[in-house]
């Protein structure tokens, strides 16, 4: 039968194993220092998912895989890190004026490669088109660019009609649609005048767009203008103004009259030759006008 042995243990300080743990454990907190760019907005020795500072001899480069010299100044950007001559644009190979850079695809571009490669051209004016991009007529334009080919009317938010290849306006569209019909366009509403045009002040108009100043009835083709007012048709007759026998309209200048009738001048003809008198002398023979 074996005696019972008495057992001492030793501090856990003298253990050999506790001793490498614990000189391991002190390397890990003091890392090698590294300089940092003041230059760019993310620079430093980026850290472990555990929170750990990381030193220069555990990190290499994202671009050629090489590692880090002691103190040598890095670029950190969204958790990878770059020696400062491969942090460039991978179209120019230059660095990124002030840091800037865009990112497609994984692949970072200076400010003039990434438009240049991917940023729309304007149609009109053939420059770069940032922010909002209207896309029409099988092209790219910025919103103040892409107008009305008649009158220059911006068509971002107005909409517009393709005529003949041309982007036009509502209006300018109608217009070139009533020429060439052969109809007008009313000045007030700019639609077509399918019929009954009201000519005023030299412009035509639907009829139904105003009043006799007389009588206040709606007025149709027949009104008539006078000193810059409108009048229907019988209250015009009512002011004594002398209708021209031949066009049957007013006669607002000169008036000829003959054969019991008024006429304007240029009306006043030769009912065989239908050449003017224009004040030379005529004949009426059997109810008709003859030089």
Same mark, same amino acid.
């Given at each position: &039968?074996?005696?019972?042995?008495?057992?001492?243990?030793?501090?856990?300080?003298?253990?050999?194993?506790?001793?490498?743990?614990?000189?391991?454990?002190?390397?890990?907190?003091?890392?090698?220092?590294?300089?940092?760019?003041?230059?760019?907005?993310?620079?430093?020795?980026?850290?472990?998912?555990?929170?750990?500072? &990381?030193?220069?001899?555990?990190?290499?480069?994202?671009?050629?895989?090489?590692?880090?010299?002691?103190?040598?100044?890095?670029?950190?950007?969204?958790?990878?890190?770059?020696?400062?001559?491969?942090?460039?644009?991978?179209?120019?190979?230059?660095?990124?004026?002030?840091?800037?850079?865009?990112?497609?695809?994984?692949?970072?571009?200076?400010?003039?490669?990434?438009?240049?490669?991917?940023?729309?051209?304007?149609?009109?004016?053939?420059?770069?088109?940032?922010?909002?991009?209207?896309?029409?007529?099988?092209?790219?334009?910025?919103?103040?660019?892409?107008?009305?080919?008649?009158?220059?009317? &911006?068509?971002?938010?107005?909409?517009?009609?393709?005529?003949?290849?041309?982007?036009?306006?509502?209006?300018?569209?109608?217009?070139?649609?009533?020429?060439?019909?052969?109809?007008?366009?009313?000045?007030?509403?700019?639609?077509?005048?399918?019929?009954?045009?009201?000519?005023?002040?030299?412009?035509?108009?639907?009829?139904?767009?105003?009043?006799?100043?007389?009588?206040?009835?709606?007025?149709?083709?027949?009104?008539?203008?006078?000193?810059?007012?409108?009048?229907?048709?019988?209250?015009?007759?009512? &002011?004594?103004?002398?209708?021209?026998?031949?066009?049957?309209?007013?006669?607002?200048?000169?008036?000829?009259?003959?054969?019991?009738?008024?006429?304007?001048?240029?009306?006043?003809?030769?009912?065989?030759?239908?050449?003017?008198?224009?004040?030379?002398?005529?004949?009426?023979?059997?109810?008709?006008?003859?030089?």
């Amino acid at each position: &039968m074996l005696g019972q042995q008495n057992l001492k243990l030793k501090p856990l300080e003298a253990s050999p194993l506790y001793q490498r743990r614990k000189l391991s454990a002190a390397a890990e907190k003091e890392p090698e220092s590294s300089d940092v760019d003041p230059d760019y907005s993310e620079l430093g020795a980026p850290s472990d998912p555990t929170g750990i500072i &990381m030193s220069l001899g555990a990190m290499f480069c994202s671009k050629c895989g090489e590692g880090f010299e002691p103190h040598e100044k890095i670029v950190n950007s969204h958790g990878e890190v770059w020696h400062q001559q491969c942090f460039v644009c991978c179209q120019c190979f230059r660095p990124f004026p002030d840091g800037t850079f865009y990112e497609f695809e994984g692949r970072k571009y200076c400010k003039h490669d990434f438009h240049v490669l991917f940023a729309p051209c304007c149609g009109k004016c053939k420059n770069f088109v940032f922010g909002r991009v209207i896309k029409a007529m099988n092209n790219n334009w910025h919103p103040e660019c892409f107008t009305c080919e008649l009158c220059n009317t &911006m068509l971002a938010d107005e909409g517009f009609i393709k005529n003949a290849g041309r982007a036009l306006c509502h209006e300018c569209n109608a217009r070139e649609k009533a020429a060439q019909s052969g109809k007008y366009i009313c000045y007030k509403c700019h639609a077509v005048i399918d019929e009954g045009v009201l000519k005023f002040r030299g412009e035509p108009y639907h009829p139904y767009h105003f009043n006799c100043t007389a009588c206040g009835i709606e007025l149709n083709a027949d009104a008539r203008e006078v000193k810059g007012e409108l009048y229907c048709l019988r209250c015009h007759d009512k &002011m004594g103004i002398p209708i021209c026998g031949a066009c049957r309209r007013p006669i607002e200048e000169r008036v000829v009259t003959a054969l019991g009738k008024n006429w304007h001048v240029e009306h006043f003809v030769c009912a065989k030759c239908e050449k003017p008198f224009l004040g030379h002398r005529h004949y009426e023979k059997k109810g008709r006008r003859c030089l």
